[in-house]
């Protein structure tokens, strides 16, 4: 089994809590999926979820 790397695994997270936002529609998720919105410069758009992704 291949252990994934921070970002791997930040990039699956955020795809299933896409995936539970689309079948809820609950706006706590998009709050959460918005906040953990990666910028360009590689943080969060919610600066208390950042964390260096490297």
Same mark, same amino acid.
């Given at each position: 089994?291949?252990?994934?790397?921070?970002? &791997?695994? /930040?990039?699956?997270?955020?795809? /299933? !809590? &896409?995936?539970?936002? &689309?079948?809820?529609? $609950? %706006? %706590?998720?998009?709050?959460? !999926?918005? %906040?953990?919105? !990666?910028?360009? %410069?590689?943080?969060?758009? &919610?600066?208390?979820?950042?964390?260096?992704? $490297?």
């Amino acid at each position: 089994m291949k252990t994934l790397t921070v970002q &791997e695994a /930040f990039a699956a997270m955020r795809v /299933f !809590l &896409e995936n539970c936002y &689309e079948q809820t529609q $609950s %706006d %706590d998720l998009g709050a959460l !999926l918005g %906040d953990i919105q !990666l910028l360009e %410069d590689g943080m969060t758009a &919610e600066p208390a979820a950042s964390m260096p992704l $490297s």
